[in-house]
């Protein structure tokens, strides 16, 4: 009898635990998680007669994934350029000397219905006292050639939703994936998107800076992301859901599945990359044991999200 009565009151502490855990996240987080619909100016410069807009998502450049509109306007005119090849290039530089890129669209494509060129950075680090990022942007206009340069501020990504990871993968390749959407997810299943890109290895010397050759990368084709979302905290004893989809490539180039979230609160997304022939490229089988009051284990490859 008197085992019993231990036996329950230790069920009482762990599901008192786990309620408390809960309603104190949902509290904490609630509706706060920033998601952003409408496209602002983030920076503008000039050259000679042509002003150049580049808008982000609340006109500001995070850390992650960025869709990007670039306007270029004839000022004199006041007339919009739509036949120049615009070209795009982030660089970004430390105080060693050193000089990276990220994934990003070189060449920008024109949007005729929406009168800007579109394309997209996937910012690898947050701007800093010991990193700094500037864009170079060229265009050519009234048969003159235009290359430019402008310091951006990159600022952290509040929300976690839009998360990315950087990493080698098994075959020595340098892999970003970036995730896109929901920005803002719900308890039910959700459509998720992310983009997978590996940089390019220079197979020539560098010529001027900034040479493109040197900091290109590529969207990755073909690949699948194996998904297993679970609760990591030791009240969630690292749950998972039903109902999820692994991430294939669509035709817009980015990889799309299902997560299906349960519940508000801080979820893993345990990722098993694997390539075009299904040989794995990053990450490891979680787990499928219940693990109240023990953190969860996570794949090698996994990104963090918070709603």
Do not use: A, F, I
């Given at each position: 009898m008197k085992s019993f009565k231990f036996l329950v009151i230790a069920l009482f502490c762990v599901i008192t635990s786990c309620t408390i855990d809960k309603t104190d996240y949902q509290a904490e987080t609630g509706s706060e998680v920033p998601d952003y619909y409408e496209f602002k100016e983030a920076v503008s410069f000039t050259s000679g007669t042509y002003k150049i807009s580049i808008e982000a998502l609340n006109g500001t450049f995070f850390k992650g994934y960025n869709e990007l509109h670039l306007k270029i306007t004839n000022t004199q005119t006041n007339q919009d350029v739509s036949s120049s090849e615009v070209t795009f290039l982030p660089i970004l530089s430390s105080t060693d000397g050193n000089k990276t890129s990220c994934p990003h669209d070189y060449n920008l494509q024109y949007d005729a219905a929406n009168k800007y060129f579109v394309g997209y950075a996937v910012f690898t680090s947050e701007s800093a006292a010991a990193n700094s990022w500037k864009l170079y942007v060229g265009f050519t206009a009234d048969n003159q050639k235009y290359d430019i340069s402008k310091d951006i501020l990159v600022e952290k990504q509040s929300n976690k939703n839009l998360n990315m990871t950087a990493f080698t993968g098994k075959d020595d390749q340098q892999y970003v994936i970036a995730l896109v959407s929901p920005q803002k997810p719900t308890v039910s299943e959700n459509k998720l998107t992310a983009g997978i890109y590996k940089y390019n290895t220079p197979t020539a010397p560098a010529g001027t800076f900034?040479?493109?050759?040197?900091?290109?990368?590529?969207?990755?084709?073909?690949?699948?992301?194996?998904?297993?979302?679970?609760?990591?905290?030791?009240?969630?004893?690292?749950?998972?859901?039903?109902?999820?989809?692994?991430?294939?490539?669509?035709?817009?180039?980015?990889?799309?599945?299902v997560v299906n979230y349960t519940m508000t609160g801080n979820w893993t997304l345990n990722l098993i990359m694997m390539n075009q022939n299904g040989l794995i490229i990053k990450g490891t089988v979680v787990p499928t044991d219940f693990t109240p009051g023990v953190e969860g284990v996570k794949s090698e490859l996994y990104i963090d999200t918070l709603f």
């Open positions: 900034p040479d493109p050759s040197q900091y290109s990368y590529s969207e990755v084709s073909g690949y699948t992301l194996k998904l297993d979302p679970r609760m990591p905290e030791p009240s969630m004893g690292n749950h998972s859901s039903p109902n999820n989809q692994d991430l294939t490539q669509q035709n817009d180039g980015l990889y799309h599945g």
